[in-house]
């Protein structure tokens, strides 16, 4: 069994919209419910945790699209301010109906063309890493492909780094719940900056293994890349309609 949770309690000033990103119409729902049913493909995920912003008015026309047996396993929970806030205020939660060792799979609200196929490696090179290892961890995450710069303040270059070992983490991030929670609330207290999961688990010793994903699973920041999700959804709907119609 593996929960999950979607930090949703953003604002996403750069898409330049009146409506958080997260909202924004895509295929037929919004952003956000098409991430949801990605997580919802997966019948191991028993559970998914949405952090909502506390004013938050648009969450009802989302829920709404849900099929009654989706919406029994979609719950959600006050976020905060600052993403690590939101997943840690889930992570509250479920800590009250799962295990201190239960699987989390923390997943960005605007990441909605995420893969099955990758979800399935991802809770399975968990799996392996847990039994082998000790130290469970695992992220999705795409080698870097383009020439990196470093730059100095007034954006000049400094120079050119390397990029061989360099790789753009993704989510889903998956850890174990109490492992997670107390990495967060130990990062938080150091004064570290928590951009992801992974950052917070690193800062405790854990080495999460990277698995690959395809570059499909972008995440949705400013208004070109919506139009892009809307084509990356449109043809894999149109890969399945034709695997459903071959197997007739």
């Not at 019948?43 to 709404?64: C, F, K, R, Y």
């Not at 201190?100 to 799979?105: G, S």
């Not at 492992?179 to 570290?192: D, E, F, K, P």
Request: with cysteine; aromatic share 4%; proline share 6%.
């Amino acid at each position: 069994m593996v929960y999950a949770i979607i930090p949703a309690a953003g604002i996403g000033s750069r898409m330049q919209s009146s409506i958080p990103k997260q909202y924004l119409p895509l295929g037929d729902g919004t952003v956000l419910l098409q991430s949801l049913r990605a997580l919802l493909a997966v019948p191991t995920v028993d559970t998914i945790m949405v952090a909502l912003h506390p004013q938050d008015q648009w969450w009802p026309g989302t829920w709404g699209q849900l099929t009654p047996s989706e919406q029994k396993r979609v719950n959600t929970c006050t976020g905060g301010d600052e993403r690590w806030q939101s997943v840690l205020a889930a992570l509250s939660v479920l800590a009250t109906i799962a295990q201190p060792d239960a699987a989390v799979m923390v997943h960005d609200a605007v990441r909605p063309c995420v893969q099955v196929t990758e979800l399935q490696q991802l809770m399975q090179t968990y799996n392996t890493q847990s039994l082998q290892e000790g130290t469970p961890g695992a992220l999705l995450a795409m080698p870097v492909t383009d020439t990196l710069k470093r730059a100095d303040d007034a954006q000049r270059v400094q120079a050119t780094v390397d990029r061989q070992q360099m790789w753009a983490a993704c989510t889903p991030q998956m850890f174990p719940l109490a492992a997670l929670q107390q990495a967060l609330i130990h990062a938080s207290q150091s004064g570290v900056l928590i951009t992801d999961e992974s950052s917070a688990m690193e800062l405790a010793g854990v080495q999460p293994a990277l698995v690959r994903c395809s570059r499909d699973n972008i995440k949705i920041t400013y208004p070109g890349d919506l139009e892009l999700a809307s084509w990356i959804l449109s043809r894999c709907q149109s890969a399945r309609d034709q695997d459903r119609s071959n197997t007739l």
